[in-house]
């Protein structure tokens, strides 16, 4: 096919190469997907008789996965790239780096200096290397979308302006807005289609569009085909007959169709996001993004898909079917103290008062952005150790390295029992992923973000430990001699539990279950697969076949307090309890 006019939105219905063009979109994340499952997924979205994929690039400079689009292409998928850099997404800060904030006066998504001037590094290395996959150069890139539902941010409407403006130096396709609760408020900006986001029919964001933008093509960016999840919440689901004639209807109307999502996926690692709207304080997101969405977390096929694939298409091709397996429960065989790691981590840093994980003097000066940060000081006598709220978002106490209690956004005050003078307090503060929609963006600073009083004294003299656990953190744990069988002291964290998975024949994908634990990470073979917390709604872990090999396999469990050592497999994903979305 000659390429010589794209994706055109100059009368009601979008025009490809001047002929009539409905998009039939589905979001799937490369970033929530291991890069062995991405054919199958887009295999499976494609069968479900979609031809658009859509997708976010988060972590600025970062957008090396390019060969995700090239995937797209060969399989004849067309592609809608959301560059953001703010892509909300329930992605950690909303996808924006955390050392932004290292700059105390940091506005993010504003035309400050200091984040405008970061955007324009970031845009013009993106769109050097999205340019080639653009429609006209031969690509799969039909459009691409300016920031992400600035309609209701709009803390600076400048800003929109810069990024359309400094997008369409390089981006020839059309651009396009999305926006929900914002469209009417300040959605959108010249040059760029405008498009809605919702769940339920919501004719009065069909009737604005109507008024401000007649004559255009219709589209739902973001048709929400479940919901995010929350640790302590239940677990949301959207019934499939509710969705599909919803989307019966919008197609009905002639709209174009984005669902949202087509393939949660997982927020694997600490990338989590969190929410601070209508919430006394931020929610951290669950681990799984399996989001009630046609394709589950683990890439199954559900009701949804096939209510969806009837009506959508006729198109017919060979499905994938993958299977789980349950493998034998395994047992620790050997646990490492968290006191005993810390020689493993980088160098730690002194400081009088407190330093945020983001101000810290590591990774090349970029700070720590996720997990861990230890802070220890010596402390004379007992008392009220009170946070002041400067704790984010939640330390475990520990006098002599003895647990003495909790500190985090409900409970700002432990009892520091009296004891000898010299005593080492440490405060394991954890990072439980930085808000992701709200408008505190700009407060997403973590570790001790100000002073702790003990008895109503500021304490000082710090030395603070990066535990961001990256891979070769856990791989030089192996390196260590204070390994100790479980058997020879109680099974308590915090600290490292390993055990060993023996695969017999190829991987298979299962879901980890660990009923006799408490809270943590688990890492197989050296790779994060998310938090656990036996509070919920989330139950179990998924565990994707390709991160596992045949033969023998490395589990490291980060344990923050207590374990029966036990470590189960199943096939059946449990998320929870579930309460329908509102
Ligand atoms: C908004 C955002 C998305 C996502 C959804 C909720 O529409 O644009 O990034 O956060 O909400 O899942």
């Known amino acids: 096919m000659s390429r010589v006019e794209g994706l055109r939105a100059n009368s009601s219905q979008f025009t490809l190469e001047g002929k009539p063009f409905r998009i039939l979109g589905g979001s799937i994340h490369y ?127 400048e800003q929109m302006y810069g990024f359309s403006a400094k997008l369409s130096l390089g981006i020839t396709e059309l651009l396009m807005t999305s926006d929900g609760d914002g469209l009417r408020k300040h959605g959108g900006v010249n040059g760029a289609l405008k498009t809605f986001n919702f769940q339920r029919l919501n004719m009065d964001r069909v009737k ?62 600490f990338m989590n996001g969190a929410l601070a709207v209508d919430l006394p304080v931020p929610l951290p997101m669950v681990t799984s993004y399996d989001y009630d969405a046609p394709l589950s977390e683990a890439g199954n096929y559900t009701p949804k898909y096939h209510l969806l694939r009837t009506v959508f298409s006729q198109y017919h091709s060979e499905l994938l079917l993958l299977f789980s397996k349950e493998y034998q429960p395994v047992v620790v065989h050997q646990r490492l103290s968290l006191w005993d790691s810390l020689i493993f981590t980088d160098e730690p840093s002194s400081s009088t008062t407190p330093v945020n994980m983001e101000n810290l003097p590591v990774n090349n000066n970029n700070g720590q952005s996720y997990g861990y940060t230890l802070y220890e000081t010596t402390i004379t006598s007992g008392g009220a150790l009170n946070s002041n709220n400067n704790v984010k978002d939640r330390a475990l106490v520990f006098v002599d390295k003895h647990f003495v209690g909790v500190l985090d956004d409900d409970s700002q005050e432990v009892t520091v029992p009296d004891g000898e003078e010299g005593r080492t307090l440490s405060l394991l503060v954890e990072n439980f992923g930085r808000v992701n929609y709200g408008k505190t963006l700009d407060k997403q600073r973590k570790g001790l973000v100000g002073d702790i009083e003990l008895n109503k004294k500021n304490l000082s003299d710090f030395t603070i430990y990066c535990l961001d656990m990256k891979p070769g953190f856990i791989d030089s744990l192996g390196g260590s001699d204070h390994w100790v069988q479980p058997a020879d002291k109680p099974p308590s964290g915090p600290g490292f539990f390993q055990a060993t998975l023996h695969v017999d024949g190829p991987p298979e994908d299962t879901f980890i279950k660990l009923p006799g634990w408490n809270k943590g990470v688990v890492f197989i073979n050296g790779k994060n697969l998310g938090r656990y917390w036996s509070r919920g709604p989330q139950q179990t872990l998924y565990l994707p076949g390709p991160w596992l090999h045949t033969g023998e396999n490395q589990v490291t469990v980060f344990e923050e307090q207590n374990t029966d050592g036990r470590i189960q497999f199943t096939t059946v994903p449990d998320l929870g309890k579930t309460v329908e979305v509102q």
């Open 208 to 269: 604005y569009l109507d008024e401000v933008q007649p004559q255009k093509p219709k589209m739902v960016m973001e048709y929400w085909t479940g919901w995010f999840d929350l640790w302590g919440n239940l677990h949301h689901v959207f019934p499939a007959e509710d969705m599909t004639s919803v989307v019966e209807e919008i197609l009905k109307q002639d709209m174009s169709i984005n669902l949202y999502m087509f393939h949660g996926g997982t927020n694997f690692g």
């Open 31 to 157: 970033f929530r997907v291991p890069r062995a499952y991405w054919k199958d997924r887009l295999l499976k979205l494609k069968a479900c008789g979609l031809n658009t994929l859509t997708t976010y690039a988060p972590n600025f400079v970062k957008f090396k996965d390019h060969s995700y689009l090239s995937l797209a292409a060969s399989l004849g998928l067309w592609v809608i790239l959301r560059p953001g850099p703010y892509i909300c997404a329930e992605w950690d800060l909303g996808g924006l780096p955390s050392w932004l904030l290292r700059d105390e006066n940091m506005k993010l998504r504003t035309t400050y200096p200091g984040f405008k001037a970061s955007v324009e590094i970031f845009f013009d290395q993106l769109i050097k290397k999205i340019v080639p996959y653009q429609y006209s150069k031969g690509g799969p890139i039909i459009a691409v979308q300016v920031e992400n539902e600035y309609g209701s941010y709009a803390a600076d409407n």
